[in-house]
């Protein structure tokens, strides 16, 4: 019989742990939060200082009566949560039901699932710290009181099934306010002026730039005539020739927040989906003979600091592979934000000594193009900088000055291994001059002025409001990707080329939210107050305070809203087609599952009818039809034919327009846990999707 109880969050966990602790210790999970404030009811005692009425979540009795009956066996129980104020707050929930002394070391905490972290993170128990828990518990108090309170107002104003939150009501005024400016934007003329230049035989470009003494910008076509007209003939004096070598130093290890960015950007994941593959791949991956391992430290982090011996270990992987001077040989310190918790460390590989080829064949298609990113990410932090000779060359003629840059890698560097993304805009590539010296003459040809206009400043990519919501301070790592889950899901927001835009619904609820609750999106209001939880958590404000603080002004604006909100009319957007059964418009309309479309003449005519996407491919059983994407109301996407119910063809696999090579039957794409399969549906043909 085992001695130590220790519980974790996750199953998956679980079975790791136990593995590397031994037969004295059973290990066991509570899938997450087994304690919580009611759904049904605020479940915040306003008049009693604010005392949360906490009940056991619904369907995690069984799991709790397990638990119980496990600690009343063991010697001692240790609480191993994840190391964030949500695991302390876990944590603390399990200490109260399973009669735990919280004094007591009881609380282990540790940053990575591998053995040696294990064992040592069990040396050091300690009591579970009630400052963060504090902080956490303010948090969901906080948010029930925001979300109870004005929710129930704008179900009952607007619309049914409508949200608001501290944090969702910033980011959709981000997202309203850009569209706003992207509205009122007004284009400005100007004009551009390159050529080409030759030398030796050898071509490069090169662009206006001014005149002799100043920098000029070329506003209309009359001042580009105007350049055109000082020019003579077609040779060019090199007046300046200027080299240098610049240095690009590496970006830091991932941040959450920066995981999330750059996995948008270079692998179009969704904010949802990294944290979803950086959780499996923290909780552990059976890795053959090693067994199940955590390949990454934890995903939810603010810091870019790193252990000692995660550098000891990547130095020596670099200079085995790479070389010494590869070696990063000064510390290149990392800008944190003043919001910063730097609570543990950033995200990186457990071990650099699992490269991404070696975990390849016990990785899904998407874990090992994420643990790549992980791990490319994390060894060029720890390599020199990139040395490139840059060359900056002004060409004359007459008063005219053109400007030719270009540059050459001297030295990769960490540009051996990764280079970091960059958002709305592609990264300059210079081209490499050939040889030029002070007073010799080019030729100059295809000397060519271009217009242009300025452009709005773009909508929100996921990684861009990710980046601009951290900079801001609001929310924390853990709460972006629920955030952008929600607004979506309430239908606030669209995404249109991977943008985000606003809904006419999302326009409502923001408008009524600004003019009766101007706090809630108030974009340094909230920033102040993740810096007041902050100060709970540090023990500097005690969080009964910083409630009240927030809650009497708020209560107000409660009464004010409820009294003078007039209820509003959603208009229903037009389908573009008419009801087959009574010939009325029919209209898009937003339901539990998401839009679909309904008679306009409802009640008196309840014909509905799913939104259908056509992927074309002939529906593969009547021969006739066109097979469309639909959903089921559990919103999983299924294939069907569009004469439906004239054929019933469905499939959960999507159909694809080819035919077997082999038997001529149907090819459906297969979605398999590493990756995509095509397969035939008659036969066993397969054959891997291409990326």
Known sequence: MADYLVIVESPAKAKTIERYLGKKYKVRASIGHLRDLPRSQMGVDTENNYEPKYITIRGKGPILQELKKDAKKAKKIF?????????????????????????????????EITKDAIKESFKSPRPIDMNRVDAQQARRILDRLVGYNISPILWKKVKKGLSAGRVQSVALR????????????????????????????????ASFY???????????????????????????EIVNVIKKERKRNPAPPFTTSSLQQEAARKLNFRARKTMMLAQQLYEGINTGKEGIVGL????????????????????????????????????????????????????????VMRPPEAMKAFLSRDQHRLYKLIWERFVASQMAPAVLDTVTADLMNGDVKFRATGSEVKFPGFMKVYIEGEDDQEEEKEGILPPLDKGERVKGSEIDPKQHFTQPPPRYSEARLVKTLEELGIGRPSTYAPTL???????????????????????????????????????????????????????????????DEFYKEFEKHVKVADEEMEKIEIKDEPAGEDCEKCGSPMVFKMGRYGKFMACSN????????????????????????????????????????????????VS??????????????????????????????????KEDAQE
């Not at 889950?485 to 409502?508: H, M, N, S, W």
């Not at 007041?532 to 005690?542: A, R």
């Not at 080819?658 to 990756?675: A, D, F, N």
Request: hydrophobic letters at 30%; aromatic letters at 8%; one cysteine or more.
């Open 652 to 685: 959960w696999d999507k159909p694809i327009a080819r035919p077997c090579p082999k038997c001529q039957s149907t090819l459906v794409e297969k979605r398999l846990k590493k990756g995509v399969q095509i397969q035939c549906t008659e036969c066993d043909y």
């Open 296 to 351: 990454i430290t934890y995903m939810r982090t603010d810091s870019t600091r790193i252990s000692e011996s995660a550098k000891g270990e990547a130095v020596t992987f670099i200079e085995k592979m790479y070389g010494k001077e590869f070696i990063a040989t000064s510390k290149v310190k990392a800008k944190e934000s003043a919001n910063t918790q730097d609570a543990h460390e950033a995200v990186r590989p457990t071990s």
């Open 79 to 111: 609480l191993a949560a994840d190391p964030d104020r949500e695991g302390e707050a876990i944590a603390w929930h399990l200490a109260h039901q399973l009669g735990v002394d919280i004094n007591s070391d009881c609380r282990v905490v540790f940053n």
């Open 174 to 205: 981000l997202i309203i306010d850009r569209e706003n400016e992207i509205k009122a934007f007004v284009p400005e003329e100007y004009w551009s002026i390159s050529g080409k230049f030759s030398k030796d035989g050898k071509t490069f470009e």
């Open 485 to 547: 889950d929600t607004i979506q899901k309430r239908g606030y927001v669209t995404l249109d080329a991977k943008r985000f835009v606003p809904t006419e619904l999302g326009e409502i609820v923001h408008q009524a939210v600004t003019q009766y609750f101007p706090d809630i999106i108030n974009i340094e209001f909230t920033a102040d107050m993740e810096k007041s939880l902050d100060d709970v958590e540090d023990g500097e404000v005690q969080w009964v305070q910083v409630i």
């Open 602 to 649: 409802f009640p008196d005519c309840r014909n509905t009818k799913a939104i259908i996407k056509p992927i074309g491919v002939t529906c593969p059983s009547c021969k006739e039809g066109q097979v469309v994407e639909r959903k089921s109301k559990t919103k999983r996407i299924f294939y069907g034919c569009d004469r439906y119910p004239e054929c019933e063809y």
């Open 210 to 236: 001014g005149d002799a003494t100043k920098k000029m910008k070329l506003e209309n076509k009359k001042q580009v005539d105007e350049v055109l007209s000082k020019m003579s003939g077609d040779e060019f």
